[in-house]
């Protein structure tokens, strides 16, 4: 049954952006960078460490510059950042930043409210991102939200998600990470929409970004290691949400798909000990206890 799961997977960490963005409290910049250098120390590398979109409406992510600046670079490491428009690139340019991230949803609902465009209207924005990043020898990563299902409209068609898929990969993004914003994924429909994204996509072309909302993230990531997905989006302590999604819990904490993976012999290059530290970084960055549910005991289990 596991005889061809891949012997490497590449962990994708989003904590810094997609998990600190919607703290309602203000988390101070020396403190992300803080959790950034700790990520890093435990082996992660590739971090998404900011966004560029307008202090209006996501006002947690207007240090982004700063951030950029204050991180120490690392060899091997690369820091991305999401943006909205060309605008957005400039400003990750100037920053310094590796490999930039476009992102949409394929729920026509769900896109109008979170970045107040139709889906059209979006990849028409596009236009003077991707390619000009890619002239830049930037990279771009492609996100597709609500393939498993949107908040308001319910079911979605995971050929609305392809196309949208394909429209970004011909514009030059390297990968596409898919997402189960609302975290109503089973095994069987993740099997069911890589099969149909597999169909058109290298494995090495998908990530899958999946939530935890009803405890069923890493059975849908065995799904996808079986299919041969190697890239999973996840954030230290389960940090994270949307706020165009109501009910959505955090994001696969990145401690517990670690330790399933090293469990199952699959190699990181992440020290499990190091990312349980940083997970202690976060919970005192954020004020609270995070849901991620490797604890200290089980990691030194694991390790022997």
């Known amino acids: ?128 991102v991707i390619s000009p990043a890619v002239a830049r020898g930037m990279k771009v990563r492609g996100y597709v939200s609500t393939l498993w299902g949107c908040p308001y409209e319910g079911e979605v068609d995971p050929a609305r998600g392809l196309a949208i898929a394909e429209q970004l990969v011909e514009a030059g993004c390297y990968q596409v990470s898919l997402g189960d914003t609302i975290g109503v994924g089973t095994p069987v429909q993740t099997g069911r929409i890589l099969e149909l994204f597999l169909r058109r996509f290298r494995p090495e072309q998908i990530a899958l970004h999946l939530h935890d909302t009803r405890g069923t993230a890493l059975a849908n990531v065995l799904v996808g290691l079986q299919l041969g997905v190697t890239t999973f989006d996840a954030s230290v302590g389960g940090l994270g949400g949307c706020p165009y999604a109501p009910g959505a819990a955090g994001n696969l904490a990145t401690e517990d798909l670690v330790y399933a993976l090293q469990g199952m012999g699959i190699e990181t290059g992440i020290d499990l000990e190091r990312l349980w530290q940083a997970g202690q970084v976060a919970e005192a960055v954020v004020g609270r206890e995070l849901p991620g549910k490797v604890h200290q005991a089980g990691v030194r289990s694991l390790a022997g």
Not at 83 to 94: K, Q, S, T, Y
């Open 1 to 128: 049954m596991f005889e061809s799961l891949p012997k490497s997977v590449s962990v994708y960490e989003v904590s810094p952006r997609d998990g600190l963005q919607n703290e309602a409290a203000q988390v101070a910049t020396h403190a992300k960078v803080r959790l950034i250098e700790a990520l890093v120390a435990a082996g992660l590398e590739r971090i998404e460490v900011t966004s560029f979109v307008s202090p209006r409406w996501v006002p947690q992510m207007a240090d982004g510059t700063e951030v950029c600046r204050m991180l120490e670079r690392h060899e091997g490491v690369t820091y991305s950042a999401l943006v909205p428009n060309a605008r957005g690139l400039e400003r990750a340019a100037e920053a310094g930043i590796d490999e930039v991230a476009v992102f949409l949803s394929a729920s026509e609902t769900h896109n109008r409210k979170n970045v107040n465009k139709t889906i059209a209207q979006t990849l028409k924005a596009f236009e003077p």
